[in-house]
């Protein structure tokens, strides 16, 4: 089974700051690795996907990189927003197509 | 928007009810994925299916079943609610291999 662990657990900062939030995995057979985020009562929405061959995917000001020898991903966001707070999850699903999540980072921006 | 959707979405039930969850997808994908999700646990999953009538249990699968008849549908059962079964059950679907994942919005599910 697929460990994913994500830290910190949670991070306050204010408006403006570039942030970096961390996944690591213990089984280095993936597809690909998702990040999702989650906001207070909703549904997850997927942010990036990077494939098992890359290193880095960009979305505006969201940056996903993956070392996959390492167990590792981080997501950095430029210039953080109000609007960005929320719950961030990453996923590795396996070779069997299973998805296992961590719990998760809240984040809050402060305006 | 990915085409999925859950439903019910909000439901309070009886302890010993049975309890059917559904739900329903318009991308033709293969995988269809049940979680749960509670405080402090993040979300775990239930069973998944990567076809029609092929499913497998996934880390928390006892007290639940789940069935696959159609491609674009993959019910969840809880044959006797219990009390430890409250929790937001989200479905998810994925076409395969390197495509991404979609959720639904979540069914709210509260036994009492």
């Known amino acids: 089974k697929q460990e994913v662990t994500q830290i910190p657990a949670a991070l306050s900062v204010p408006e403006g700051e570039n942030l970096v939030l961390n996944c690591s995995f213990t089984d280095s057979a993936i597809y690909n690795l998702q990040w999702f985020r989650q906001d207070p009562g909703k549904g997850l929405t997927s942010l990036l996907l990077i494939q098992s061959s890359q290193r880095e995917q960009t979305s505006g000001r969201l940056n996903a990189s993956l070392d996959k020898s390492s167990g590792r991903s981080t997501l950095y966001i430029a210039a953080s927003q109000p609007g960005d707070s929320a719950t961030y999850l990453c996923?590795?699903?396996?070779?069997?197509?299973?998805?296992?999540f961590g719990t998760g980072t809240s984040l809050t921006v402060i305006p | 928007d990915a085409g999925i959707t859950q439903s019910p979405r909000h439901k309070v039930t009886e302890t010993g009810t049975p309890v059917t969850l559904r739900c329903h997808q318009t991308?033709?994908?293969?995988?269809m994925y049940w979680y749960r999700q509670d405080p402090g646990h993040g979300l775990r999953l239930i069973h998944y299916s990567y076809g029609v009538k092929d499913t497998d249990k996934g880390e928390v699968s006892d007290g639940y079943s789940v069935s696959r008849s159609k491609t674009e549908d993959f019910l969840l059962t809880l044959e006797s609610a219990t009390s430890s079964q409250t929790s937001v059950y989200f479905c998810a679907i994925l076409g395969g291999g390197n495509t991404e994942a979609f959720f639904g919005q979540g069914t709210r599910l509260t036994v009492v």
């Open positions: 991308e033709n994908h293969r995988y």
């Open positions: 996923a590795a699903p396996n070779t069997g197509n299973q998805f296992y």
